[in-house]
């Protein structure tokens, strides 16, 4: 019995290894991509400048058939 739980436990970490290793390459995409366009970003001055628009959304409302 405490072979099974041994060879579970291996399973389950390699497991949570796998899973999160694509959780770093969206956080290491994230760190990258802002510092290689940082000096393209606006400054916070002139975002808030613009004139704010209006923005419609729209959700139809399906009909079921039973």
Known sequence: MNETFYILLWVCSVLLVVSGTDDIMVDLMYW???????????????????AEKTLLLLSAAGKSIK
């Not at 990258?32 to 613009?50: A, G, M, Q, S």
């Open 32 to 50: 990258f991509y802002r510092w290689k366009y940082r000096r393209n970003l606006p400054n916070i001055d002139e975002v808030t400048r613009v």
